[in-house]
């Protein structure tokens, strides 16, 4: 434990946040508001101008280690402060010219998104030159703030989007293909739950598309780098509720985003209001607007990641030397550029950075005579997606936010949005090249030329839904729409169980279809895989083995619900994990651990990707990948491997996850300070509720919803709101987890909007001038 007077430390740490202070470059007040939780509540009487540079302030007062880290992180500067742990996410940041990449958006912007981000940047320069005291984190890293300019604010959220999506299947898949053959390569993939659920249109099932070998015969003959191959081998939800169906007769839009449970947390509660709009919803430090979740007073928008494929992988081929790559009938040249990294602790590292013309090399070495290349719609060309975020604050209703959102490339959302005027509506946000279906399975052959974009698919053509027929709109990273429509959008998606409860829910009860009733569907447990385990092992022979015949009988009797109290989540978990394993070993997967393909950072275990692929295979009887055995064999085996683990612990506790600050490693003895107490958590990777674990470390949970939110659309004093830990980044805060008991019961506290009432009850008063 610190000295005692570390506690007495992190409070003289806390800025002021009540009375007068001086913002440079205001053309009138600003009055900040921070209600019982410590949300600010920024009221600027000028323009937009003065909002967005009250923001960046307050922003820094709440946020400025993590607003700095994230920077740090999207340049590849990390490791300067966290040391070796850091270097590997640098390196590829570096790689991707994460920097050069923003500078170029920012030199492009408009001059209304210019002037947002540069005026955000002036605020977090102003709260540097405030006198503030410096954050605990600096005073432990003995280091000095970076001031900041506008285009540091489209680095951050590059970064918080970075390489989401099809990566890290096709890779997995290219490293899978000479240990399992073309046949059983282009099963590994998200389960699909027996049928895909569609988001667009609602309701609909489909089944997947899957390349047959003649499709995908060029990219593995790039990949075994032979032209004569044996081809016989082997999240987030939301929703939205249209007036006829809500409860309150109103559109209600509700939802959760899943990411890592990072310190602080990704998303930061705030309210930012001037002459020009009035919005509240969850900001995210570094970045100005509201991107994922608000509303306006008019409109309320939320997001969950749609899983279209916007990164494509190039098997590159360089002639000697290494100075050309083959393309079509002749040579393109390849840049270089070194980079060096510098680690605290440590040596720096020099990186070569090569790259053709396609893209940066993220895999392999030029100098053996291939490598893979990486063109992503995040770095290949020109993005705007920061124009949108001004536009997006004024929007008066569902079509007009979509048509401010035109040019959003960034990362892929579904956009699901609710107006006053009843409507709802769902929207792919996404730019995505046209270019064959077949780019969506491996890396493919970047020689050939017959696998480019051309062109991009126009935002009026991207999928989308106005009012549906049936009133419900309900998305959770499943997948966008059938794979018969004339362009590719996705191979990889996650699987429908939680979009399919999400939607049973709703449907059952009117109740759910309100701002109170979005809590209950937040924390619906029900595990439709579990239920599928469950009646396999019903139809299994009882086992001789006492223990595992003692496991199977519990599982059999179990309702499939992942609750915190309960002990049969805990023994689902450690057999699933088992029957995984043995997956794994019988498949010979499990040797690829460490394979360079899926070292990319931040790396690929097999362990966790055949956690989500073994449920189809087991639905389905497919034993292909077990060499020789079938699955009752195999869960014969699992149950024997389960029962000699301790699975009578609740599962709360099992799961409970830890909140660790990224300084508690170098900082031990700060740890407890530092890092927020954690209570038990029930859910787990397929639920609605869904606080998941990495299959390969073990049942703790290491992601889940960040946030959870309920919009009542017109009747917005209704709404409601929680975050994971608490408004403030600082852990001397006493908001920095008094959120949590509130989040770890599904529950969530008020989401106060209107002014007078905030006058009233606001528990610190800022004005800045």
């Given at each position: 434990?610190?000295?005692?007077?570390a506690?007495?430390?992190?409070?003289?740490?806390?800025?002021?946040?009540?009375?007068?202070l001086?913002?440079?470059?205001?053309?009138?007040?600003?009055?900040?508001?921070?209600?019982?939780?410590?949300?600010?509540?920024?009221?600027?009487?000028?323009?937009?101008?003065?909002?967005?540079?009250?923001?960046?302030?307050?922003?820094?007062?709440?946020?400025?280690?993590?607003?700095?880290?994230?920077?740090?992180?999207?340049?590849?500067r990390?490791?300067?402060?966290?040391?070796?742990?850091?270097?590997?996410?640098?390196?590829?940041?570096?790689?991707?010219?994460?920097?050069?990449?923003?500078?170029?958006?920012?030199?492009a912007?408009?001059?209304?998104?210019?002037?947002?981000?540069?005026?955000?940047?002036?605020?977090?320069?102003?709260?540097?030159?405030?006198?503030?005291?410096?954050?605990?984190?600096?005073?432990?890293?003995?280091?000095?703030?970076?001031?900041?300019?506008?285009?540091?604010?489209?680095?951050?959220?590059?970064?918080?989007?970075?390489?989401?999506?099809?990566?890290?299947?096709?890779?997995?898949?290219?490293?899978?293909?000479?240990?399992?053959?073309?046949?059983?390569?282009?099963?590994?993939?998200?389960?699909?739950?027996?049928?895909?659920?569609l988001?667009?249109?609602?309701?609909?099932?489909?089944?997947?598309?899957?390349?047959?070998?003649?499709?995908?015969?060029?990219?593995?003959?790039?990949?075994?780098?032979?032209?004569?191959?044996?081809?016989?081998?082997?999240?987030?939800?939301?929703?939205?509720?249209?007036?006829?169906?809500?409860?309150?007769?109103?559109?209600?839009?509700?939802?959760?985003?899943?990411?890592?449970?990072?310190?602080?947390?990704?998303y930061?509660?705030?309210?930012?209001?001037?002459?020009?709009?009035?919005?509240?919803?969850?900001?995210?430090?570094?970045?100005?607007?509201?991107?994922?979740?608000?509303?306006?007073?008019?409109?309320?928008?939320?997001?969950?990641?749609?899983?279209?494929?916007?990164?494509?992988?190039?098997?590159?081929?360089f002639?000697?030397?290494?100075?050309?790559?083959?393309?079509?009938d002749?040579?393109?040249?390849?840049?270089?550029?070194?980079?060096?990294?510098?680690?605290?602790?440590?040596?720096?590292?020099?990186?070569?950075?090569?790259?053709?013309?396609?893209?940066?090399?993220?895999?392999g070495?030029?100098?053996?005579?291939?490598?893979?290349?990486?063109?992503?719609v995040?770095?290949?060309?020109?993005?705007?997606?920061?124009?949108?975020?001004?536009?997006m604050?004024?929007?008066?209703?569902?079509?007009?936010?979509?048509?401010?959102?035109?040019g959003?490339?960034l990362?892929?959302?579904n956009?699901?949005?609710?107006?006053?005027?009843?409507?709802?509506?769902?929207?792919?946000?996404?730019?995505?090249p046209?270019?064959?279906?077949?780019?969506?399975?491996?890396?493919?052959?970047?020689?050939?030329?017959?696998?480019?974009?051309?062109?991009?698919?126009?935002?009026?053509?991207?999928?989308?839904?106005?009012?549906?027929?049936?009133?419900?709109?309900?998305?959770?990273?499943?997948?966008?729409?059938?794979?018969?429509?004339?362009?590719y959008?996705?191979?990889d998606?996650?699987p429908?169980y939680?979009?399919?409860?999400?939607?049973?829910?709703?449907?059952?009860?009117?109740?759910?279809?309100?701002?109170?009733?979005?809590?209950?569907?937040?924390?619906?447990?029900?595990?439709?895989?579990?239920?599928?385990?469950?009646?396999?092992?019903?139809?299994?022979?009882?086992?001789?083995?006492?223990?595992?015949?003692?496991?199977?009988?519990?599982l059999?009797?179990?309702?499939?619900?992942?609750?915190?109290?309960?002990?049969?989540?805990?023994?689902?978990?450690?057999?699933?994990?088992?029957l995984?394993a043995?997956?794994?070993?019988?498949?010979?997967?499990?040797?690829?651990?460490?394979?360079?393909?899926?070292?990319?950072?931040?790396?690929?275990?097999?362990?966790?990707?055949?956690?989500?692929?073994?449920?189809?295979?087991?639905?389905?009887?497919?034993?292909?990948?077990?060499?020789?055995?079938?699955?009752?064999?195999?869960?014969?085996?699992?149950?024997?491997?389960?029962?000699?683990?301790?699975?009578?612990?609740p599962?709360?506790?099992?799961?409970?996850?830890?909140?660790?600050?990224?300084?508690?490693?170098?900082?031990?003895?700060?740890?407890?300070l530092?890092?927020?107490?954690?209570?038990?958590?029930?859910?787990?990777?397929?639920?609605?509720?869904?606080?998941?674990?990495?299959?390969?470390?073990?049942?703790v949970?290491?992601?889940?919803?960040l946030?959870?939110?309920?919009?009542?659309?017109?009747?917005?004093?209704?709404?409601?709101?929680?975050?994971?830990?608490?408004?403030s980044?600082?852990?001397?805060?006493?908001?920095?987890?008094?959120?949590?008991?509130?989040?770890?019961?599904?529950?969530?506290?008020?989401?106060?909007?209107?002014?007078?009432?905030?006058?009233?009850?606001?528990?610190?008063?800022?004005?800045?001038?």
């Amino acid at each position: 434990m610190p000295p005692s007077p570390a506690s007495e430390t992190l409070r003289a740490a806390l800025p002021q946040l009540d009375g007068r202070l001086r913002l440079p470059g205001l053309s009138a007040p600003v009055e900040v508001l921070r209600d019982c939780w410590g949300v600010p509540h920024i009221r600027a009487e000028g323009g937009q101008v003065d909002a967005f540079r009250a923001q960046g302030f307050v922003h820094a007062q709440d946020r400025l280690f993590q607003m700095e880290l994230n920077r740090r992180r999207a340049l590849g500067r990390a490791a300067e402060w966290l040391g070796t742990a850091a270097a590997e996410g640098d390196i590829l940041a570096r790689r991707l010219g994460v920097e050069a990449a923003s500078r170029r958006d920012y030199a492009a912007l408009g001059a209304e998104g210019r002037a947002m981000v540069d005026a955000y940047a002036a605020g977090v320069n102003a709260f540097l030159d405030s006198g503030a005291p410096l954050a605990i984190e600096y005073q432990l890293l003995g280091a000095t703030p970076e001031p900041w300019e506008g285009w540091h604010c489209i680095a951050v959220m590059r970064r918080l989007g970075l390489l989401m999506g099809s990566v890290w299947f096709k890779l997995w898949r290219a490293a899978a293909l000479p240990v399992v053959g073309a046949g059983n390569a282009v099963k590994l993939r998200y389960d699909d739950g027996g049928q895909d659920l569609l988001l667009i249109p609602p309701e609909v099932e489909a089944d997947r598309w899957t390349a047959t070998l003649a499709e995908l015969q060029p990219a593995i003959a790039a990949l075994l780098g032979s032209e004569d191959v044996d081809a016989t081998g082997g999240g987030s939800n939301n929703w939205a509720v249209a007036p006829a169906q809500s409860a309150t007769g109103r559109p209600v839009v509700a939802g959760d985003p899943h990411r890592v449970f990072e310190i602080p947390n990704m998303y930061a509660q705030g309210h930012l209001a001037c002459a020009d709009f009035d919005v509240i919803g969850l900001t995210v430090p570094g970045v100005p607007g509201f991107p994922h979740f608000a509303h306006n007073g008019r409109v309320a928008w939320c997001v969950t990641h749609a899983f279209v494929d916007i990164h494509d992988l190039f098997v590159e081929r360089f002639d000697e030397g290494a100075q050309h790559t083959a393309f079509r009938d002749g040579w393109q040249p390849v840049t270089r550029r070194s980079e060096t990294v510098s680690i605290r602790g440590a040596e720096p590292r020099s990186v070569e950075v090569v790259e053709t013309h396609h893209g940066p090399i993220i895999a392999g070495d030029p100098a053996s005579g291939t490598a893979i290349a990486l063109r992503s719609v995040q770095f290949a060309e020109t993005d705007l997606s920061f124009d949108c975020l001004p536009r997006m604050l004024g929007a008066d209703g569902v079509a007009a936010l979509y048509e401010a959102t035109r040019g959003w490339g960034l990362i892929d959302h579904n956009l699901v949005a609710g107006d006053i005027g009843g409507h709802i509506g769902h929207l792919v946000r996404a730019r995505l090249p046209r270019r064959p279906r077949s780019n969506g399975w491996l890396p493919v052959p970047g020689w050939t030329g017959a696998h480019e974009w051309t062109g991009w698919i126009p935002h009026e053509e991207m999928p989308r839904v106005m009012d549906p027929p049936g009133g419900l709109i309900v998305t959770a990273n499943n997948r966008v729409a059938a794979d018969d429509g004339p362009d590719y959008l996705c191979t990889d998606c996650h699987p429908p169980y939680r979009a399919r409860r999400v939607l049973t829910r709703l449907k059952a009860a009117a109740e759910a279809r309100s701002v109170e009733g979005a809590a209950s569907v937040h924390a619906d447990t029900l595990s439709l895989n579990a239920l599928l385990v469950r009646d396999k092992l019903a139809a299994l022979d009882e086992p001789a083995d006492a223990g595992a015949a003692a496991l199977r009988a519990r599982l059999i009797a179990w309702d499939g619900r992942m609750e915190a109290g309960a002990s049969a989540p805990t023994a689902y978990v450690v057999f699933r994990r088992a029957l995984t394993a043995l997956l794994a070993e019988r498949s010979g997967l499990g040797v690829l651990a460490g394979d360079p393909l899926l070292a990319v950072s931040p790396g690929v275990p097999p362990m966790n990707q055949l956690w989500w692929t073994l449920p189809t295979l087991l639905r389905d009887g497919d034993s292909s990948l077990l060499d020789g055995w079938d699955w009752p064999q195999a869960m014969q085996e699992a149950l024997l491997r389960a029962a000699r683990e301790d699975t009578t612990r609740p599962w709360g506790e099992v799961h409970r996850p830890r909140l660790n600050h990224p300084l508690s490693p170098l900082f031990p003895d700060w740890a407890p300070l530092l890092d927020p107490p954690a209570l038990p958590l029930g859910g787990d990777t397929d639920t609605v509720l869904a606080n998941g674990f990495i299959a390969s470390a073990g049942p703790v949970a290491a992601y889940g919803a960040l946030a959870r939110y309920a919009f009542d659309v017109g009747a917005w004093e209704n709404s409601r709101w929680a975050v994971f830990h608490g408004a403030s980044g600082h852990p001397g805060s006493p908001h920095y987890a008094d959120q949590h008991p509130v989040w770890a019961g599904t529950a969530m506290v008020p989401m106060t909007y209107g002014w007078p009432e905030l006058r009233n009850t606001a528990r610190w008063r800022q004005t800045l001038e």
